[in-house]
């Protein structure tokens, strides 16, 4: 908690009055996250095929902290993996209804999770490694893949 009020510039008795504990304070950053997140997405932030990867990167470059935690260290704490257990839930209930005109119904949860899974993880590691000046081909080479996919899980509606 010390090195959270010097990050932030107050005293840990400051912190310790909005947060008991640290446990708290990690839920509280998880909670940010996922409602940030589900605001953007009803607010317009959905692609053709699911959350569109201009959209993801929008929220992690306005909160890359809270990104991180939600999607990578809750997942791995079992305390909190059932924030992220929500959030990622989330992504997939609105890709797996995105997909319906496009994947056959048998494919589709499978199809969700997976484009759900490769554009959070694409998304981290592009946090992780990108340079942010080239955002742009970040989100153009994600959405191809995906467009890639949508159109291999398509084929098989035929089949």
Do not use: C, N
């Not at 990578?72 to 995105?98: C, G, I, K, N």
């Not at 942010?132 to 098989?156: N, Y």
């Amino acid at each position: 908690m010390a090195d959270i009020s010097d990050a932030v510039g107050v005293s840990h008795l400051i912190v310790y009055r909005h947060f008991a504990s640290k446990e708290q304070l990690y839920e509280a950053v998880i909670e940010r996250a996922h409602a940030h997140l589900d605001a953007k997405l009803a607010a317009g932030g959905m692609g053709r095929f699911g959350p569109s990867p201009a959209t993801l990167l929008r929220i992690v470059r306005s909160d890359p902290p809270g990104f991180v935690v939600l999607w990578r260290h809750a997942a791995r704490e079992p305390e909190f993996r059932r924030l992220h257990d929500r959030s990622r839930q989330r992504l997939v209930d609105l890709t797996m209804e995105a997909m319906r005109p496009h994947v056959a119904k048998r494919d589709r949860a499978w199809a969700a999770r997976a484009t759900v899974t490769y554009l959070v993880e694409a998304t981290v590691a592009w946090l992780d490694d990108g340079d942010p000046r080239l955002d742009d081909r970040f989100v153009a080479a994600t959405d191809s893949a995906l467009r890639a996919g949508i159109r291999s899980w398509s084929a098989t509606r035929r089949s």
